[in-house]
């Protein structure tokens, strides 16, 4: 039997995609978490968090492939670090990390955690791959609800999202996973650059509300940032499925053939990393998560 792959954050909104595609590759997979969860076979799981002082060699033990998927909304770049330095001494051989499009220009908290986990990464010795990938389609339900709630909706200009599939983020990672370390490798977006405001009128028409727009000015460098596109890609890799066709899934009636995400978590926690929320559901109604690179294209 193969090395067992571990994977950080394997019980988050990735995690959860991520893990049987390993599985229907015909690895065991470790999943590594702060809370744990059941095992299944060919799955073990096992509890740590990354930014405590807790001890990882049991997680590492026996393993050559790690994928990095588990964060927050701070403390990445630490938690990186911390893993980076038990893989090394475990003699892991390949680790790979998601990251977000603009850790290297979008003056933020999270974007320079992010960038500092790419450093520690690529500064440990071990043979290592980045992705970095556009927010979650899921993430952007978030931000829609919880905007939608405001009797008057504040819509910054300039700013423009390219939100990606979790699904197609999930089958990209295990591609590169199961290969050869690749350092820095193209980005992974959606297929669409939208406006906030087009993001926000389609969740309200999908949910039959209606609110009105407030434009307002994002100041300083952070505005200039988000106006100049730099959370965008424009030549990385494009996702196959679409806001819209995601937005669909999300509203659709229970037990209609679109629907099936009654059960999917949209919370704070949707974000690229452990805790970033819901299970996904194919778009195209088959009942798998994509399977190769067929789920992405140039």
Same mark, same amino acid.
């Given at each position: 039997?193969?090395?067992?792959?571990?994977?950080?954050?394997?019980?988050?909104?990735?995690?959860?995609?991520?893990?049987?595609?390993?599985?229907?590759?015909?690895?065991?997979?470790?999943?590594?978490?702060?809370?744990?969860?059941?095992?299944?076979?060919?799955?073990?799981?096992?509890?740590?968090?990354?930014?405590?002082? =807790?001890?990882?060699?049991? *997680?590492? !033990?026996? /393993? #050559?492939?790690? &994928?990095?998927?588990?964060? $927050? %909304?701070?403390? +990445?770049?630490?938690?990186?670090?911390?893993?980076?330095?038990?893989?090394?001494?475990?003699?892991?051989?390949?680790?790979?990390?998601?990251?977000?499009?603009?850790?290297?220009?979008?003056?933020?908290?999270?974007?320079?955690?992010?960038?500092?986990?790419?450093?520690?990464?690529?500064?440990?010795?071990?043979?290592?791959?980045?992705?970095?990938?556009?927010?979650?389609?899921?993430?952007?339900?978030?931000?829609?609800?919880?905007?939608?709630?405001?009797?008057?909706?504040?819509?910054?200009?300039?700013?423009?999202?390219?939100?990606? =599939?979790?699904?197609?983020? *999930?089958? !990209?990672? /295990? #591609?590169?996973? &199961?290969?050869?370390?690749? $350092? %820095?490798?193209? +980005?992974?977006?959606?297929?669409?650059?939208?406006?906030?405001?087009?993001?926000?009128?389609?969740?309200?028409?999908?949910?039959?509300?209606?609110?009105?727009?407030?434009?307002?000015?994002?100041?300083?460098?952070?505005?200039?940032?988000?106006?100049?596109?730099?959370?965008?890609?424009?030549?990385?890799?494009?996702?196959?499925?679409?806001?819209?066709?995601?937005?669909?899934?999300?509203?659709?009636?229970?037990?209609?053939?679109?629907?099936?995400?009654?059960?999917?978590?949209?919370?704070?926690?949707?974000?690229?990393?452990?805790?970033?929320?819901?299970?996904?559901?194919?778009?195209?109604?088959?009942?798998?998560?994509?399977?190769?690179?067929?789920?992405?294209?140039?």
């Amino acid at each position: 039997m193969s090395t067992p792959i571990l994977v950080t954050g394997g019980t988050g909104t990735l995690g959860r995609l991520v893990v049987p595609l390993l599985r229907a590759a015909g690895h065991p997979v470790r999943v590594l978490s702060r809370r744990g969860g059941p095992a299944d076979p060919g799955i073990q799981q096992v509890r740590a968090d990354l930014l405590g002082d =807790d001890d990882l060699e049991p *997680a590492l !033990r026996g /393993v #050559e492939t790690v &994928l990095h998927l588990a964060g $927050g %909304p701070k403390g +990445d770049d630490r938690a990186t670090g911390n893993l980076v330095r038990a893989a090394r001494r475990a003699g892991v051989r390949h680790l790979a990390y998601i990251s977000v499009i603009g850790a290297d220009r979008v003056p933020l908290g999270y974007f320079r955690a992010k960038l500092g986990a790419e450093r520690a990464l690529a500064d440990s010795g071990v043979p290592w791959t980045i992705l970095r990938a556009a927010q979650f389609h899921d993430l952007v339900l978030v931000m829609a609800r919880t905007m939608a709630r405001l009797p008057v909706i504040p819509v910054p200009g300039g700013l423009r999202f390219q939100p990606v =599939d979790a699904r197609d983020v *999930a089958a !990209r990672l /295990v #591609e590169l996973a &199961l290969g050869a370390p690749a $350092g %820095p490798v193209p +980005d992974l977006a959606g297929p669409r650059i939208h406006p906030i405001a087009e993001l926000l009128r389609g969740y309200l028409r999908a949910t039959g509300r209606r609110r009105p727009f407030l434009p307002v000015r994002v100041p300083g460098r952070i505005g200039r940032v988000y106006r100049a596109g730099e959370n965008l890609s424009l030549d990385g890799n494009i996702g196959t499925r679409t806001w819209e066709a995601f937005l669909a899934e999300c509203t659709a009636p229970a037990g209609s053939p679109a629907g099936g995400l009654a059960g999917r978590r949209t919370g704070p926690e949707a974000r690229p990393a452990e805790e970033h929320g819901p299970e996904a559901t194919p778009a195209d109604g088959s009942g798998q998560a994509p399977a190769s690179s067929k789920a992405w294209r140039r």
